[in-house]
């Protein structure tokens, strides 16, 4: 069975592998049960009934709210070349009537409504309709609609209810990225669900990069990462409409073409500015929160908060229209404490203090998240309930770098207080005297100590952070019993003598969204490859990324497929676009690949499908890329490092990004008992960014770029 759906993936969409619970889903919507699947926004939803609908016999009906995405849905539809419609009122009469009767002749697989159709006068006439074509899957995408527990009630869907009592042997699919017990029972109590199949889904988006960069000169920051980011496509909210006018003005004043957005313009001109960035002919949209809703964009690179979202949902929702194609994009937030005091007042709804007192916990909450020193996709997840690892490695403090701090002092308080109460307790014991703690446990005499209070510069975590550090560099040692008893030893008179001082990793500096790297594939291919594709986009008059997907064009870039076979394992590609569009694309690949001597690189791909998760690091650089060459042709690594006049260590470094992507293994490098023991040094640490820390922990000869190895090898490990 699996095998035919990922037959059907392939052929219809182009896609290799299902994503998240696609496969169950799709498996139990075969199997004729209702189903109920909750996926974060860019999960991948349309598939879970597309695809049924392609290997049933008979029509599929799906509820859509948004007339401007059924739209969207169906061109795609037509582009990998299935027969797809909706029927809505922009349509004339006669329109519609030809749908109808498509429908009915059995000329369509897939028949799009919104669901005040089934309302009022019409709707008696409607449902004969459907009678006639007897349907064989229902699917209700953003079902949470139905809820008035959800964040977006639409009373006509309460009307969806009917479905089940007027067809009860057709099966019903219900879809959202709405995760709340209340919500999710209300959809299955309104559209009497029997006995539903429910999945939830991770929310975690792997391929989004959280960054907060403090509020200074936030407008400067976002021209330079716009100036990094030319040919991306993103959005800028702003908590004003008069601000996101003055942004926008203000980038078109520096050369970038940035068009505002908020509900105070008339409809027919948000329409056009909506339109615009769709088809990417505008690239950034400074807006208020009213755009978004209805956006279907896959290829959304940024999404920045130029001020501080008033709560996590709405910022998980804003950040999430962000990489819906699965490649890396970035979120952006600029965080002022003075944004949180706007806010307040803001949020304070008249008359009803219950209201007021939840939008203010949500603030505080959002705060919080601003102000966290940790990951930042620990603390989302665990938000919306899930269980996350402390370290991501694409979050502006996992990829960020410790900083050394002299802690000379801070150890010498330390020290003399483990001294001062005779060496008999823990760490928290020691920690608390120092802080200063009025707790009962703390001895009377213990409060008369000098030491007692001189500790108050520093957060508990702080000086627990400092005797971990401590311990590992044996300048103190702990007792083996369950007490754990911190006692001094020869080292630590060293530091009371100030004959030694203590570095300590201290401050963590996070990372910057500016800074980050640009990918490796090859860029002005990519360039002329998007504007193959806008040629056969403006032909077809639908948008560019409904031809072929950014994913899809970043792939060719990065392995150069040169003939049909090779097309057909880029993903994206089913063979109906193959056959449509492939000669373009293959086209202008040849071409390039010819002018600047490239060849296919097609052999990468093929081992990199092997990898279970597609989570779309930047791709190897090119002098990443000749030191593999090199490699793989049979060099030395010391050969390498002389013929590239740099060190063996560096190139490890080189070769460790491809022990990243699996195409090398650890084993090529080193024995397995010094993996092991660099692995133990990197648990040890309790994390993989920092390099330094690891490198303290080994004997002299691990090199750095040995290190660097078994951190990849290390990550994947965790991953699989
Ligand atoms: P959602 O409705 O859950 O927000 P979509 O159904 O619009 O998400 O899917 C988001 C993007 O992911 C689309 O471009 C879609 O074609 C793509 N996609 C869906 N399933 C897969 C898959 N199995 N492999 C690769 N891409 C996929
Ligand atoms: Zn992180």
């Given at each position: ?10 052929h219809n969409f182009g ?17 004729q049960k209702?189903?109920?699947a ?5 999960g ?5 009934y597309?695809?049924?609908?392609l290997?049933l ?5 799906v ?7 059924m739209?969207?849905?169906?061109d795609?539809?037509?582009a ?20 109808m ?7 369509l697989k897939?028949?799009?409504?919104a669901?005040?159709r ?5 709707g008696?006439?409607?449902?004969r309709f ?5 349907p064989?899957?229902?699917a ?11 964040h977006?009630?639409r009373?006509e ?9 007027q ?7 219900a879809l959202?990225?709405?995760a709340?017990?209340l919500?999710q029972n ?6 009497e669900?029997?006995q539903p199949?429910?999945?939830i889904s ?12 403090p509020?200074r000169?936030?407008?400067g920051?976002?021209v ?7 040919d991306d496509?993103g ?5 004003s ?6 942004i926008a003005?203000?980038?078109r004043?520096?050369g970038?073409a940035?068009?505002?957005?908020h ?8 329409n056009?500015?909506?339109e615009?960035?769709?088809?990417d002919?505008i690239?950034v949209?400074?807006a ?10 896959s ?6 908060h ?15 229209r962000?990489?819906?194609d ?8 600029f965080y002022?404490?003075?944004?949180i ?14 209201q007021?007192?939840?939008a203010?916990?949500k ?17 989302l ?5 899930e ?9 502006d403090?996992c990829?960020?770098e ?7 002092v801070?150890a010498?308080?330390?020290l003399?207080a483990?001294?001062?109460?005779g ?22 005499e ?12 520093l957060?508990?975590e ?7 550090q401590?311990?590992?560099n044996?300048?103190i040692t702990?007792?083996?019993?369950m007490?754990?008893v ?7 008179w ?6 030694s ?29 998007k ?7 403006e032909r077809?008059?639908?948008?560019a990324?409904?031809i072929v997907?950014?994913t ?11 003939n049909?076979d090779?097309l057909?394992?880029i993903?994206g ?5 193959v056959?449509?569009?492939g000669?373009g694309?293959?086209?202008a690949?040849k ?9 296919s690189?097609?052999h990468?791909?093929?081992q990199k ?10 791709g ?9 060459k090199m ?12 013929q590239?006049?740099?060190t063996?260590?560096t ?10 992507t699996g ?15 660099i ?5 040890q ?14 004997p ?15 990550k994947?490990m965790?991953?699989?």
């Amino acid at each position: 069975m699996k095998d035919r759906l990922l037959k059907v993936l392939k052929h219809n969409f182009g896609y290799d592998s299902f994503r998240l619970e696609q496969e169950q889903v799709i498996s139990s919507v075969l199997d004729q049960k209702d189903v109920l699947a909750i996926m974060p926004t860019g999960g991948g939803k349309s598939i879970c009934y597309q695809l049924p609908a392609l290997m049933l016999q008979g029509l599929t009906v799906v509820i859509s709210p948004l007339i401007a995405l059924m739209k969207d849905q169906v061109d795609a539809l037509h582009a990998n070349g299935i027969a797809a419609a909706f029927l809505n009122s922009t349509q004339s009469s006669q329109e519609q009537q030809k749908i109808m009767q498509q429908a009915r002749t059995g000329g369509l697989k897939l028949l799009y409504l919104a669901p005040e159709r089934l309302n009022g006068g019409n709707g008696q006439y409607f449902f004969r309709f459907l009678k006639e074509v007897n349907p064989v899957l229902f699917a209700i995408d953003e079902a949470h609609c139905i809820s008035q527990w959800g964040h977006d009630f639409r009373p006509e869907y309460l009307q969806l209810s009917v479905l089940k009592k007027q067809f009860p042997a057709t099966p019903v699919i219900a879809l959202t990225a709405s995760a709340d017990k209340l919500t999710q029972n209300d959809i299955i109590e309104k559209l009497e669900l029997r006995q539903p199949k429910v999945f939830i889904s991770s929310f975690n988006r792997p391929n989004i990069y959280y960054y907060i960069e403090p509020k200074r000169n936030a407008f400067g920051s976002i021209v330079e990462y716009l100036r990094h980011h030319k040919d991306d496509s993103g959005i800028i909210y702003a908590l004003s409409r008069a601000s996101t006018e003055g942004i926008a003005g203000r980038l078109r004043e520096v050369g970038i073409a940035a068009m505002h957005y908020h509900a105070g313009m008339d409809s027919a001109e948000r329409n056009k500015v909506q339109e615009q960035f769709q088809r990417d002919e505008i690239k950034v949209i400074v807006a208020t929160i009213a755009f978004g809703m209805g956006i279907d964009k896959s290829n959304v690179r940024f999404v920045i908060h130029h001020d501080v979202p008033k709560n996590i949902e709405g910022y998980y929702q804003e950040t999430g229209r962000a990489g819906r194609d699965g490649l890396r994009s970035d979120a952006i937030l600029f965080y002022s404490a003075g944004d949180i005091v706007k806010l307040k007042k803001f949020i304070a709804i008249e008359n009803n203090q219950q209201q007021t007192a939840i939008a203010e916990k949500k603030l505080r909450q959002m705060q919080e998240f601003c102000e966290h020193e940790g990951c930042r996709r620990q603390y989302l997840l665990q938000y919306f309930g899930e269980s996350a690892p402390a370290y991501c490695g694409s979050c502006d403090y996992c990829l960020g770098e410790l900083e050394e701090k002299d802690a000379t002092v801070d150890a010498q308080k330390l020290l003399s207080a483990i001294s001062r109460t005779g060496e008999r307790y823990g760490a928290n014991y020691v920690i608390d005297v120092l802080r200063g703690s009025a707790a009962e446990k703390i001895l009377p005499e213990h409060k008369e100590l000098k030491v007692y209070g001189i500790g108050k510069n520093l957060k508990k975590e702080e000086w627990a952070w400092i005797v971990k550090q401590l311990l590992q560099n044996g300048f103190i040692t702990k007792s083996d019993d369950m007490y754990s008893v911190l006692k001094l030893n020869e080292k630590s008179w060293l530091i009371l003598r100030s004959e030694s001082q203590v570095k300590l990793v201290m401050k963590k500096h996070k990372a910057q969204a500016v800074a980050e790297d640009a990918p490796g594939y090859e860029k002005d291919l990519l360039k002329m490859l998007k504007e193959v594709r806008l040629e056969f986009a403006e032909r077809e008059h639908v948008p560019a990324y409904n031809i072929v997907a950014d994913t899809a064009l970043i792939e060719l870039a990065t392995y150069l497929p040169q003939n049909y076979d090779e097309l057909k394992h880029i993903s994206g590609f089913g063979d109906y676009k193959v056959g449509k569009y492939g000669s373009g694309f293959i086209n202008a690949v040849k071409a390039y690949s010819k002018e600047h001597g490239l060849e296919s690189q097609m052999h990468f791909r093929k081992q990199k499908k092997e990898r279970k998760e597609r989570i779309a690091p930047a791709g190897p650089s090119n002098t990443q890329m000749v030191s593999l060459k090199m490699f793989k042709a049979g060099l030395p690594l010391d050969e390498i490092a002389e013929q590239r006049n740099m060190t063996v260590s560096t190139v490890e470094g080189h070769l460790a990004a491809f022990i990243a992507t699996g195409e090398l293994n650890i084993s090529q490098f080193m024995p397995r008992e010094k993996a092991e023991t660099i692995m133990k040094a990197i648990k040890q640490t309790g994390q993989v960014h920092a390099i330094k820390p690891i490198k303290d922990l080994l004997p002299e000869d691990v090199s750095y770029g040995e290190i660097r190895m078994a951190m990849e090898h290390y990550k994947r490990m965790q991953m699989s």
